[in-house]
């Protein structure tokens, strides 16, 4: 290790972190005047809904895997061990759900921006609510690495401008395989210099970091299973169920089964990443131990721990620290790149074509000219977000859960309640919204220091007791009242305020006259019951064995019958009894 804790570009980093920026550059201005010309806003905003699953899936990942996780997510192992990595169990139903109720129902109502189902399910003022939203959701997650803001932000804002769509999907296919490629070298060379893979692994074994299960069901706790497993489900379902920027590129899909074939592309893809960026903390701890570059002043933030590290371990081969910050800077616009298209889709879609009639050619161009304005405010709000005092995976996740945690429970009061009004719809998210900025601002002020605190591993950085010597290693505090509630871990706030918008959304409906079943728009409501009612019937198959058609559907029915009536579902059994015998 360098003692003056200075590192350096070479002219070969340059060089290659050049190429990065010319490539994406060159895929935009290749779609810009090939094919259509992005001469419509079919094609501007969805590619002429003619992707294929596979670059849509490596799309839909690189998306959702921005520099914040390949940032993030390392340092997060390095200080608190393998724990984050159970994240990934989320993964299964955040995809499943997605892919069989949010994607075939948004395909076959042939939405242009998802926000037009809200209009459909309730009204336009509803519609308007949730477009606001994203927007402001959007603008304030676009990328969080200031010293990456202009280059990034101005070669991005262009070839997104210039190429729609299909320059945003098929920029994140090349940018997917940097991303991969500059993890791959910094991990192979890191435990290289670790001593192997056997010297590795002893010494974050020996160090602490290889976690187990936490089972502890203590939900102010930041990290254990639940709140990354089951909390992390709803931020996942935030994220690729009505995101717009994800329900774009289903949308985008030939065909209705490529889109939810896409989706189910994404589940490895994600593990991949995951694994990789896990490893890499695990390396990190293996070469540095506990004398991390932190307590020897070399950086100043744990944030910037991947980017020493990349510069250290690699600073003997010329090239490879350049293709690990061209991974990071891929990884960032993969993501805003994403951001300003769905901006301007929404912003077009919902906002400015239902008041004000256009050319198609006048529309193509405004599509154009709101994907710059959206690109320029980003690069002046990331100079404000990066500001906040917190990691910046658990900062970008918060935020995520904060914004995007009511817009899930705003759909799902619609898909999954047919009883829900638009009056409980406009409450239920205003007051999943009050509930957000609540808990997470006040979870912020509590976390910003005041006096010496001393936490314990894997805290959620809350209202703590304050102590006056260092001798003591941690302090364990049940925090009660509002301070349980800011103690909340971030991996909940989705599930929270999902779940606060159902529920008031729910009152006030029942309180201001529900929604009659003939007044709900065809296609908007999933068939719960039904559904379940045809899962139940094929848990209850006859064996094979039965070979008389009258003996087969006796058994069938009375095993059914009694099974349900078991379990007390007494509405459902009345359900199958007309069904039946109709």
Known sequence: MDPTGQKYFTIIDYVIFALLL????????YYAFTGGRQSTTQEFMYA????????????????????????????EVYANGTQYWFIGCCYILGLLIPAHIFIPMFYRLHLTSVYQYLELRFCKAVRICGTVTFIFQMVITGFHLWGAVLATGLVCTLYTALGGLKAVVWTDVFQTVVMFTGQLAVIIVGVHQAGGLSDAWVKVRDGGRISGIDLNPDPTVRHTFWTLGVGGVFLMLSLYGVNQAQVQRYLSSRTEKEAVMSCYMVFPCLQVALMLSCLMGLVMYACYGNNSPLEQQYITSKDQMVLYFVMDMLQNFPGLPGLFVACLFSASLSTISSAFNSLATVTMVDLIKPHYSMTEARATLLSKMLALSYGIICVAMAYVVHLMNSSVLQAALSIFGMVGGPLLGLFCLGIFFPCANSIGAVTGLAAGLVMAFWVGIGGFLSRMPSSVQVLPLNSTNTVCCQVTCRSVPACIVIPAGL?????????????????????????????????????????????????????LHKLVKPSTCYTSPEHTVRWSYGFTVKCIVALGHFNVVKLLLADRWS
Do not use: E, H
């Not at 010319?22 to 201005?29: E, F, N, P, Y």
């Not at 002429?48 to 340092?75: E, H, N, W, Y």
């Not at 529900?514 to 045809?534: C, E, F, I, L, N």
């Open 483 to 535: 301070n349980g509630l800011y103690s909340l871990s971030y991996m909940w706030y989705s599930a929270l305020n999902s779940s606060t918008v159902v529920l008031i959304g729910l009152i006030i409906s029942f309180m201001t006259g529900p929604t009659k079943g003939d007044d709900v728009a065809s296609g908007t409501v999933y068939p719960v019951m039904r559904t379940a009612q045809s899962l």
């Open 48 to 75: 002429d809904r003619s992707m294929k699953c596979l670059p849509l899936s490596l799309s839909l990942m690189a998306t959702f895997q921005s520099a914040v996780a390949i940032i993030g997510t390392p340092a």
């Open 22 to 29: 010319v490539a994406s550059m060159a895929i935009g201005l």
